[in-house]
């Protein structure tokens, strides 16, 4: 029996994507890790520092009051926008000519630039001028976003609510496409219940996209910066500022890159963390 030898030839169609991703991720990473055991002074002056900065980003109170509100705010989003997008996919049409109808309208907040969405809301909010900021003052709410934290928590969650969970509507109702047809026609042979087919037919087989849509949503919402910095600027006082915010409060604001440049790297391991927990959770049963 012949061995056939592998051809090696496509590994030079990779090679000019993995030279891209070096010069635009491992190069700064590289040029971060550097900053972050120096201080910076005029004419271009470094000085070692080791591991100084890390240490004091890790005992900050100020580091910890913002991993708290991110850690909240990704919660909540992640808590609200799973299940909303698999109900709101569970109720669109499977055929007919509103399926491409649904699809489109679905997908419409997802096209909008990120710093528009923020603008959108932070007009629509106003409390004087804004239609929903005026409606609601005039329903009798105290709203206010721009000096309330609870109204500005709220206008934030809800802004990235209406952009965001299309994405997982979209994931969630390309897993229930995916289904056939004979599933569903064993099910009503069995007589089973509406909640009995989600259970165990519809839900075990969306599990992967729910796992991409946690995954996207989860790094998505946990990197958030242009949005709520639009909307709130991290206002009123430092009710939203978030971990993106105030990193760059830290680095462009007071310009002290050791610091700045240790809390990114810090930043950075939070996120690769929590997003292998959620993966290892959500895969386990697929290990064994």
Not at 31 to 49: A, K
Not at 268 to 285: A, E
Request: proline share 6%; hydrophobic share 55%; with cysteine.
């Amino acid at each position: 029996m012949s061995m056939r030898t592998p051809n090696q030839k496509a590994w030079w169609l990779v090679l000019p994507v993995v030279l891209l991703v070096a010069f635009n991720a491992v190069i700064p990473l590289m040029t971060v890790v550097n900053y972050s055991v120096q201080e910076t002074f005029g004419d271009n002056q470094f000085f070692f520092e080791g591991v100084k900065w890390f240490q004091e980003t890790i005992e900050s109170e100020r580091f910890h009051d913002a991993l708290k509100r991110q850690l909240l705010f990704t919660g909540t989003i992640l808590a609200i926008e799973i299940p909303l997008g698999v109900a709101i996919a569970l109720a669109m049409p499977r055929r007919g000519p509103w399926v491409s109808v649904c699809l489109v309208l679905m997908a419409m907040p997802l096209l909008i630039p990120w710093n528009v969405v923020g603008a959108m809301w932070n007009i629509l909010a106003l409390p004087d001028i804004g239609l929903l900021g005026r409606s609601l003052n005039a329903m009798g709410f105290d709203y206010n976003f721009t000096r309330q934290p609870v109204s500005a928590w709220a206008t934030l969650i809800a802004m990235d609510v209406w952009h965001w969970t299309s994405l997982v509507v979209l994931l969630a109702y390309a897993g229930l496409s995916a289904i056939p047809d004979a599933y569903y026609q064993a099910a009503k042979i069995d007589g089973a219940s509406p909640w009995a087919v989600f259970r165990h037919i519809q839900l075990p087989k969306m599990k992967r996209v729910l796992t991409i849509a946690v995954l996207l949503r989860f790094m998505d919402s946990f990197m958030i910066y242009t949005e709520p910095f639009v909307l709130t600027g991290g206002g009123p006082g430092n009710a939203t500022t978030l971990l993106s915010i105030d990193l760059v409060k830290i680095a462009l604001g007071r310009f002290d890159l050791g610091p700045a440049a240790a809390m990114s790297l810090i930043y950075f391991l939070i996120v690769l963390l929590l997003s292998w927990i959620f993966y290892t959770v959500m895969t386990k049963d697929e290990a064994n």
